[in-house]
């Protein structure tokens, strides 16, 4: 099973890429990836090719394992940064059915044939075809091993075999590996990731090479992969209806967030434009931490509806302009509440959302709600939003009292560090504020309310 595309860390970003890459131009750093890595093929075929003939050819058994070779290649085990094919299967029995020296050229040409079909559906850009060069180089690493040794597959020893199977992997994740670098500058650690399609391969070897083995006598033995490929066929194509399915339903639980920021928005202006001024310095402040990829898509959606269970908060709550009452105080508090309980009904990676949003309100040294976590016991993303969250506040004129200036903002982050807010956050943040003008960040609605009053308790002097 050879790789093809792009090897890195999962993402649904670049999954649904690689879905649709067949269809779409080829980009200025594909290309230059294309010429370095296919023209090295180039290059590497015609020296082995000049080193002369090494190994019996059988016309028969070359043509029907040629024939399985194009078959496999067209089933396509889909991963996050491309795909696989099972060649193996028949990659194997054809280094047994004609001379190595021949490998390279038959691999590419059986490619070629096997890509030509989506061509004429036009399933595949026709420029796109230039990549069957570079997905050819598997087949140098064999040929050269036999040429150099000057013996037949047939006749070679486990030794010899063995290091023409270690070639053809190095050779093939080498050349993956550049193109990733080339193209979109993906790192060696990152390739590691889907490495396991070599294990795949490796699994194949043995039924590939018994193969191989009989066709010298029985070359009509070449064509008995074809019932295994066909199981394969089926589990690819089912593979692939998953992915799909996964993507169309992960972008209908981001939309459903998004619908739901919305919602805030429309529910209540200020709380609604607070939220996504919230999201880009969350944001901001993740990058600096390093924070994950999957986390940061869990920390944007957690900034952008932190505030989400205010829409069960009665109004008469949330717009009082005077200082709320110890009753009211303990209905606002359930808003992290609320908010859970609506992402939970939600399903998907908005669980995992909502106990970020269940946790914004808790405190580094243990004293806030709903739960009195401490430390580290806090979910990551919302130690980041309760910083972000507050900073915004305090930077922004409210109908009670006017922003704070930038450096009494930074004074007091600094003295609620190690209390409120996790003293690792706190430096983030201020490195990413640290350029921030001295202006009054103006997200006020036409109508003010006096919402962000009930949470003066959480922080010393104020917080969101």
């Not at 006017?402 to 807010?421: D, K, N, T, W």
Request: hydrophobic residues 50%; charged residues 20%; aromatic residues 8%.
């Amino acid at each position: 099973m050879k790789t093809v595309g792009f090897i890195g860390q999962e993402h649904e970003r670049h999954l649904a890429e690689t879905l649709e890459r067949d269809s779409h131009r080829l980009s200025h750093r594909e290309r230059l990836a294309e010429w370095w890595i296919g023209g090295g093929f180039v290059v590497a075929a015609a020296l082995i090719f000049r080193d002369g003939v090494t190994g019996d050819f059988e016309p028969l058994a070359a043509s029907l394992a040629l024939l399985v070779f194009v078959l496999a290649s067209r089933i396509r085990f889909d991963t996050i940064y491309g795909f696989t094919v099972p060649t193996q299967l028949a990659f194997v029995p054809l280094i047994f059915a004609m001379p190595v020296n021949y490998l390279p050229v038959a691999v590419a040409a059986g490619l070629l044939l096997a890509r030509l079909p989506d061509v004429a559906a036009g399933a595949m850009r026709p420029a796109r075809l230039i990549h069957v060069l570079g997905n050819s180089w598997f087949a140098i690493g064999p040929a050269a091993v036999f040429s150099l040794a000057e013996v037949a597959p047939a006749d070679a020893g486990p030794a010899v075999l063995l290091m023409a199977f270690a070639a053809q992997f190095a050779g093939d994740f080498c050349a993956s590996a550049a193109r990733d670098m080339i193209a979109s500058a993906a790192g060696i650690r990152e390739q590691f990731g889907e490495a396991w399609v070599y294990a795949v391969d490796l699994a194949l070897t043995p039924v590939a090479l018994a193969v191989g083995e009989a066709i010298e006598a029985t070359p009509i033995a070449a064509l008995a992969p074809l019932p295994l490929i066909a199981l394969l066929a089926f589990f690819a194509q089912e593979r692939r209806q998953r992915l799909e399915g996964l993507l169309e339903l992960s972008n209908a639980y981001s939309g459903t967030a998004l619908l739901l920021g919305d919602v805030v928005e429309a529910d209540d202006a200020y709380t609604g434009r607070h939220s996504r001024s919230v999201v880009e310095l969350c944001l901001d402040v993740g990058d600096v931490l390093g924070i994950a990829e999957d986390r940061r898509r869990n920390l944007e959606f957690g900034a952008l509806l932190h505030d989400v269970g205010k829409i069960a908060i009665p109004k008469e709550i949330i717009n009082k302009p005077a200082k709320l009452d110890p009753d009211e105080w303990r209905v606002i508090k359930t808003h992290t509440l609320e908010g859970q309980k609506m992402l939970e009904r939600v399903g998907g990676f908005m669980q995992e959302v909502g106990l970020i949003v269940r946790s914004h309100h808790e405190r580094w040294d243990g004293d806030g709600y709903p739960d009195e976590l401490s430390g580290e016991d806090i979910p990551l993303e919302a130690r980041i939003i309760s910083c972000c969250d507050t900073w915004n506040a305090m930077r922004t004129d409210r109908p009670y009292r006017p922003a704070l200036a930038h450096e009494a903002a930074v004074a007091e982050m600094i003295r609620c560090s190690g209390s409120q807010f996790d003293p690792t956050v706190v430096e983030a943040l201020l490195t990413v504020v640290a350029t921030e003008k001295d202006e009054v960040l103006d997200i006020r609605p036409d109508a003010s309310n006096g919402l962000e009053q009930v949470d003066e308790a959480s922080i010393p002097t104020l917080n969101d």
